[in-house]
């Protein structure tokens, strides 16, 4: 492959960075002194400075913590530390907000996870009221209080509970040793924590009114109140009979359907408002991978009722759930019907969740190989239900590991021994490849194109890419 030959390049001349370095110290105290396996701080600059993202948002040195592990959950960097400390730090300034030591200094069991949604919905609520808030101002101020700037008023009173409501599940939750804890997610305040009576099998997926549990003891999810403090107020079952080690991917709900796979090859539907049950997929094999939603839009043609005989295009939006198997098949599924709408075999087992963006979608099978396929492989653009039933793979990449961001021109991947790939998207051809070798933690977010990484005692980057990289 074209892939395989380009691994032959150089890597492509790094130029330096720039950009503002925001997000100094919280602490008065020196740093932490050097161990033989830190680097220094310019020899990770210089590190930073090979990377293909040149624009440097905001750089951070943790003074007393290490890293042990980071992730993004929302609008935050979460840092957890050997120490069993959780540090939260704005992504997008590099500002740490707060920091929480877990009370039983036992670590975290998977990485903290904040409510869905609920930090988006409460900016719109903010710019809402703000708006009405100049609307009453106006009306007042025009023609004094009337009927109009009553009603306006009556309408802000319901936005402002609605911000009260959206606020009380603004939270954080993560286990450690079966503890579920809640915390504020502006503050890091401990809001409540509930020893649970089951297992927990994998990160939790938590929304502004629920908190859903895969369980590694019973073959089921649960259903946690985040009003009722955790306590648990339903659970979804799989059809299997045995109960131990079932679900042990992580639970996906997009209102009102809650979505999960179990080791009896089977794909969940359940609505979450009346427990109904919608036919499970079936696959032909277990299933360790979680399930993404992804929503896309594609051109299709309908019969155009002003010109009878012709047809026009129109655009229309689908929302697909991607799973990959251990039957070595990747599948794309209606989120609505659960109806299959194509699969691709891959030669190689599947235990990590995929990753979609825009029109592509990026999986990584057990032997090594990363794939990305075409979302929407129609072949008849006049039939909208055409679908590729093998699906289209658009490339593939041998040595491939995970997709990290999309860029203005290139896509990038993480290849082996954490080495970066920049590719081009339509064939994968190899453009450039970045080695990191003090850069432990390499972390992204595939909603938009803020790159993260970090060394294992506490330095830390936030890079975007820049006009002037290629």
Known sequence: MRFLAGLALAALAACSGGGDT????????????????????????????????????????????????????????????????????????????????????????????????????????????????????????????????????????????????????????????????????????????????????????ATQFFIFVSAADHARVYALSVRDRGQIIDFFPADVEADENHITARPVYEDPVLYFCSHDGKVYFYSVRDKKQGNPHRTLGPILAAPVIHRYKYKAREADKENPGKTKEIEREGKALFVGGMDNAFYAIDAASGQLLWRYECAGPIKTSAVAKDQTVYVKSEDGALFAFNVMPLHNAEDATSWRRNGELRWKIPLGERFLIKGATYVYVLGPQKEIYALQEATGDLAGRYKTRHLQFLVTNPADDYFYCASPNGHLFALRESKQDF
């Open 22 to 205: 925001r997000g100094r110290s919280m602490y008065d105290g020196p740093d932490v002194l050097q161990s033989a396996d830190d680097p220094g701080a310019n020899a990770l600059r210089a590190e930073v400075r090979s990377l293909p993202f040149k624009h440097l948002e905001w750089e951070y040195k943790l003074t007393r913590h290490q890293i042990r592990r980071l992730t993004v959950s929302g609008t935050h960097l979460y840092v957890e530390t050997p120490t069993n400390e959780l540090i939260a730090i704005d992504r997008f300034v590099g500002e740490v907000k707060w920091i929480y030591r877990v009370d039983t200094d036992t670590p975290l069991d998977f990485p903290p996870v904040a409510a869905h949604g609920v930090p988006e919905m409460i900016l719109q609520i903010e710019k809402e009221l703000q708006a009405i808030n100049r609307e009453i101002e106006g009306i007042i101020k025009e023609r004094g209080p009337c009927k109009e700037s009553q009603e306006k008023q009556k309408e802000r009173a319901v936005k402002r509970e609605a911000l009260k409501v959206a606020q009380f599940g603004d939270n954080v939750y993560f286990f450690s040793r079966q503890i579920l804890y809640c915390l504020d997610r502006g503050s890091g305040t401990l809001r409540w924590s509930r020893r649970v009576e089951f297992v927990p099998s994998a990160q939790p997926f």
